[in-house]
């Protein structure tokens, strides 16, 4: 399996930015999808961003232009940059690992944004 460890959340006000990291470990294959995931309470989970081992990203409409998603193969570990945060980015944060076998969560970090 493929474990993912989470960091990063945190409780910001309005117009501030937090930096998630998610490193992963175990049975990784060179071809993959890893991404960020949130859910607010009485929400679905959500896809809010999304990179290839390729490079190629993908973002959720409410996020783009003010989160942006990298990868560092080389050390198996993602992050999703944070600007501008809102109070309705207030949410869990997961981290997905998606492979042609296996798929994977993180445990969530909670991201507080205050008015």
């Known amino acids: 399996q493929v474990q993912l460890v989470e960091s990063g959340g945190d409780l910001v006000q309005a117009g501030g930015s937090l930096r998630l990291s998610c490193a992963a470990s175990?049975?990784?294959?060179?071809?993959?999808?890893m991404g960020w995931y949130r859910q607010a309470p009485g929400n679905q989970r959500e896809l809010v961003a999304a990179i290839t081992s390729g490079g190629s990203t993908n973002y959720a409409d409410s996020v783009k232009g003010r989160f942006t998603i990298s990868r560092d193969n080389a050390k198996n570990t993602i992050y999703l940059q944070m600007n501008s945060l809102k109070p309705e980015d207030t949410a869990v944060y997961y981290c997905?690992?998606?492979?042609?076998?296996?798929?994977?969560w993180g445990q969530g970090t909670q991201v507080t944004v205050s008015s």
């Open positions: 997905n690992y998606r492979s042609k076998l296996y798929t994977n």
């Open positions: 175990g049975s990784i294959f060179s071809i993959n999808v």
